[in-house]
């Protein structure tokens, strides 16, 4: 079939899933923030997708887990926009060194 | 009566309290609840004495707790001596609640004095009724407690304070000394007891040098309470107290407890050949060291105190030179007319509003009670025949000659020829020649003063006659029904002691009359021959300077090293420890700042620590 092994599959869901973390960790735009961790989840995707592939056992499960996951981070993502857009309009800003309530 | 003595110091402990609880009352017939209830106190100690004086006598004790196989006791014992010290006491008290509802008059803490009296009075009491030496030492440190408030009475006087401080300080040394007696003495006996420390005494239980040891001991709790030579600068300084407690404490009660605790423990003494004259040289330096400042002070308080330290040594010296009875005998004189002086000082004081001499002069016209009873005060100290202070002092000077101290007779002459020169310099100054001072509202004190002062007066005069050659020995008789067996025979010095004190005293007042009245001797005629001297004598041969600079400055510089101590070392390592934990805590707040992202990388880090020891130590599932 091809001639793409595992570990590139695998490799690139790490790259992808610490340059989400990265992002996630040090970035101040909370928009940003949110789009680095749809790239953690994509990177997850990525495993769930090659696993299913190459597993001892192929099938389609994990390529139909990766579809609802897909689906569930998109209403994920929807509802953290949403926040942020209340926050925005709350705090006028979307610097998220700024939202430190937790420490009250 | 004398099953119901056990009540006597109960009365006063009892207006104690009623009178603490009307601490806030204006009303000045609180007084009265004072005054009644030491007159039960007085009727009751009165009968007792005469229970006593028919040769009776109660001891009842109970067991407090018990140590092993020793039980420590409580109770009360009445003998000879106690009922004498019990009227003694009661009387003067009684008297002095009285004399103070006239001297204490518009005074704002009015009650809380009468509670302090009564304080007193029942520590005092207490103290005498005890039948074993750790009872005794319970009440002889309340008693210091009582002085101690009495003093410090006008405490927003700075120079009350201290002196409070200074004589509750300077007895404690005292106290020590009598508590490491006594703690000797239960090592040794096994028991706190009167009776059982006599009777090892007697049996020879105890080594000659431990019984020297204690005696010692004992005596330097005496020393402290009875203001002898070493520690007798509080007792001067004491006269900041109101005039009554002056009376009442420091002349003629608490600081003859002193003379009391080495009478009541008179056998141990008599044991000791060493420590009988340790007493007797004690009180015989004490007695012409005192009356030597006595001679120059110009404070009329301080002079009757300085008359108290050095009568005391009088005491001191006759009970270390085997004369029980003459010490106990001028213990009692010495309360009557040394109160009276006190009083009838306080009585001046009331009218003319000072306490030096200098600013008075004048009064025997204006005080027609006090002058009279001043100068019938004065002759009994003084030795002048007839009157009480001649018998006792006579009484002394005869033990002391009859028990060979030679040189201390002379001393006790001397000093008694002194004490009549300035007794009567006193007087002079006080009661004659011109006013130098204020004049104006000089009036005599109302009868609730003036009565005290008669009685005591009569007393003064009078009480000389229970112990004479002439009528009969009463006192010796009487107390020789006590447990202390007298020294055999009767200390009958020859005749001519008595001619010697009288001659002293005629002389001391001669000479007095002759500079301070005819002014025929300029006053200053001793001072401009030997000025260093008198200088040294003016500044009370600079004990207290000399305390000052060794002892308290001693004192101070290791307070200091222990101040250094305690900030560098103790609080260093205090510091150290919250300082550490303090360190700890910021970094731990300042993790929490509040932002996801820094929670979420910790949590990373976690995560890799983790991971990596799983993979390091070979995994979990290995």
Known sequence: MSSVPLTAYLMLALILFCIGLFGALTKRNAVIVLISIELMLNAVNINLVAFAKYSINPGLTGQIFSLFTITVAAAEAAVGLAILIALYRNRQTVNVDEMDTMKR | ?622
Not at chain 2, 2 to 12: A, D, E, N, R, V
């Open chain 2, 1 to 622: 009566m004398l099953q119901m003595s056990w009540l006597i110091p109960l009365f006063p402990l009892l207006s104690f309290i009623l009178l603490l609880l009307f601490r806030k009352s204006k009303s000045e017939s609180t007084a009265w609840i004072g005054v009644l209830l030491t007159g039960i106190s007085l009727v009751m100690s009165v009968g007792v004495f005469l229970a006593v004086w028919q040769g009776e006598g109660i001891k009842t004790e109970g067991t407090w707790f018990q140590i092993g196989e020793r039980a420590i006791t409580m109770g009360f014992e009445v003998n000879p001596l106690n009922a004498l010290m019990l009227v003694i006491v009661s009387l003067v008290s009684f008297l002095v609640h009285l004399y103070s509802k006239g001297y204490m008059h518009g005074d704002e803490r009015f009650p809380v004095f009468f509670a302090y009296l009564g304080l007193f009075s029942f520590a005092m009491l207490g103290l005498v009724v005890s039948p074993n030496l750790l009872q005794l030492y319970m009440f002889w440190e309340l008693v210091g407690l009582g002085s101690f408030l009495l003093i410090g009475f006008y405490y927003f006087k700075p120079e009350a304070k201290a002196a409070a401080k200074k004589a509750f300080v300077m007895t404690r040394i005292g106290d020590v000394g009598l508590f490491i007696g006594m703690v000797l003495l239960f090592w040794q006996v096994g028991s706190f007891e009167y009776d059982e420390i006599f009777a090892s005494v007697k049996n020879g239980d105890i080594s000659s040098g431990m019984l020297t040891l204690t005696a010692l001991c004992i005596f330097v709790g005496a020393v402290g309470k009875s203001g002898q030579l070493p520690l007798h600068t509080w007792l001067p300084d004491a006269m900041e107290g109101p005039t009554p407690v002056s009376a009442l404490i420091h002349a003629a009660t608490m600081v003859a407890a002193g003379v009391y605790l080495v009478a009541a423990m008179y056998p141990l003494f008599q044991a000791s050949e060493a420590a009988l004259t340790v007493v007797a040289v004690v009180g015989g330096l004490t007695a012409i060291f005192a009356a030597s400042i006595g001679l120059m002070q110009k404070d009329i308080k301080r002079v009757l105190a300085y008359s108290t330290v050095s009568q005391l040594g009088y005491m001191m010296l006759a009970l270390g030179a085997s004369g029980y009875v003459a010490g106990i005998f001028h213990l009692t004189t010495h309360a009557f007319f040394k109160a009276l002086l006190f009083l009838a000082a306080g009585s001046v004081i009331h009218a003319v509003h000072t306490q030096n001499i200098e600013e008075m002069g004048g009064l025997w016209k204006k005080l027609r009670i006090t002058g009279p009873l001043f100068l019938i005060g004065a002759l009994a100290i003084s030795g002048v025949p007839l009157l009480s202070g001649f018998f006792s002092k006579d009484e002394i000077l005869a033990s002391t000659y009859a028990d060979g101290k030679y040189g201390l007779f002379w001393l006790a002459v001397i000093a008694a020829f002194m004490t009549a020169f300035y007794m009567f310099r006193l007087f002079f100054l006080v009661f004659t020649g011109e006013a130098r001072g204020n004049e104006k509202g000089v009036h005599e004190s109302p009868s609730v003063m003036t009565f005290p002062m008669i009685v005591l007066g009569v007393l003064a005069v009078v009480a000389g006659y229970l112990n004479t050659t002439w009528f009969g020995t009463f006192l010796s008789d009487y107390l020789a029904q006590g447990p202390v067996e007298l020294p055999h025979g009767d200390h009958h010095g020859p005749a001519w002691i008595p001619l010697v004190a009288t001659l002293a005293a005629a002389l001391g007042i001669g000479l007095a009359y002759l500079i301070y009245q005819k002014g025929t001797l300029s006053r200053d005629w001793i001072t401009r021959s030997f000025p260093s001297l008198a200088e040294v004598i003016y500044n009370k041969w600079y004990i207290d300077e000399g305390y000052d600079q060794t002892v308290v400055k001693g004192t101070r510089g290791l307070s200091k090293l222990g101040v250094l101590f305690d900030r560098y070392v103790v609080d260093g390592l205090v510091t150290a420890v919250t300082n550490g934990v303090q360190g700890l805590s910021k970094i731990g707040s300042r993790l929490q700042n509040g932002q996801v992202q820094s929670y979420g990388t910790a949590a990373i880090f976690g995560i890799v620590i983790l991971l990596l020891i799983v993979a390091l130590t070979g995994g979990y599932f290995s």
